[in-house]
Structures are given as structure tokens and as C-alpha cells.
């Protein structure tokens, strides 16, 4: 077991390849058309606008620093993921999840969580879940002050990211 200050730590993140964030536009019909959505299911084209509101329209490239090593992340073209999921009462205090910084600190950490079998060996092959969510939450942290967040709101924010995913969405962290 290790302490905390043996823990790898997130030195910084950089967009190699910046990406171009925008909403999906719901659109006439949309109730009426029925795909497939990125986890397998049958869904309504409005459902999955509305369960992922959100589009990278373009490829685009991060680059983490650690204290261990350096990790890319390549996003494709027209990724659709959630965002920040910041509860409306909390808004107020922390800012929208509309917020483009929340947007793009939240781009990475949704790919890789949805590609954790890809990046699991990536940030290292016998990695705990904890120790994989906690890293994506300090990179999330991470890229949301390279955008321009304070310090102190991105630790908050962070901590919440953390918070949710150890509690609401566990299920989505669990790996093979």
C-alpha cells in the first residue's frame, strides 16, 4: 500500500489538438428515430441527445503529465458524452455544466472512463479502480484550471467528480 505522497500525481495536462465542443441540436423527427446508442441499446435519437447533450466535433488530443510517465488521449470525431454532471442546486455556486471549462475537463475523463479497457494498462496494468478514478478525477481537475478555473473551485469540483463516481456510478468504473 502506498502513502499518498507515493502516489503518482497529475503534473499538468496540454491540448495537443484542441477540441471544438458544441451542443446536439435536437431536431424534428428525432423522437421518431431509432438507433443504437454507443452502449449497445435500442434507444430514440432524442433520448441519446438528451442523455449525451454534448459533441466534440472534431478530432482532438490531450497529453497528461505525471509524476511517472506521459498519457495521450485521442478523441475521435463527433464523440458524444454528458458532461459535467453538476446537480442544478449546485449550479449556483460552482457554475453551469454548460460551462465550456467544465466541457472540456470533462471530455477526456468521459472517454476514458468509457474506454477504461483501453487505458487501464496505459495508467498501469495492475491499477485499482480507486486509484484509476482518483487519477481521472485529478485530471479532470487538471484540465479544467488549464482552462482557467481557479484552484480552489477546480479542487472542489474535482472532489465531487471523485465523490460521485466512488458513490452514484460505481458500476461504470468497475474493471476486468
Not at 31 to 59: A, C, H, M, Q
Not at 99 to 126: Q, S
Amino acid at each position: 500500500m502506498k502513502f499518498w505522497w507515493q502516489k503518482e500525481k497529475i503534473l499538468g495536462v496540454k491540448w495537443l489538438i484542441e477540441p471544438d465542443i458544441d451542443t446536439r441540436q435536437i431536431q424534428d423527427g428525432d423522437e421518431n428515430t431509432v438507433i443504437t446508442d454507443k452502449t449497445g441499446k435500442r434507444t430514440t435519437l432524442l433520448k441519446d441527445k438528451i442523455k449525451y447533450p454534448f459533441i466534440s466535433k472534431i478530432p482532438c488530443s490531450l497529453l497528461i503529465q505525471t509524476t511517472v510517465k506521459d498519457i495521450q488521449i485521442d478523441i475521435e470525431e463527433n464523440y458524444v458524452y454528458n458532461g459535467s454532471d453538476i446537480p442544478a442546486g449546485l449550479e449556483f455556486f460552482v457554475g453551469s455544466k454548460e460551462d465550456i471549462r467544465f466541457l472540456k475537463g470533462a471530455l477526456p475523463h468521459d472517454y476514458v472512463l468509457e474506454h477504461k479497457e483501453k487505458f487501464k494498462p496505459i495508467f498501469g496494468e495492475n491499477i485499482s479502480n480507486a486509484e484509476y478514478r482518483r487519477l481521472t478525477s485529478l485530471m479532470y481537475r487538471e484540465s479544467i484550471k488549464d482552462t482557467g478555473t481557479g484552484t480552489i473551485k477546480a479542487n472542489i469540483m474535482s472532489w465531487f467528480v471523485d465523490v460521485f463516481q466512488a458513490t452514484v456510478n460505481r458500476k461504470a468504473w468497475c474493471m476486468k
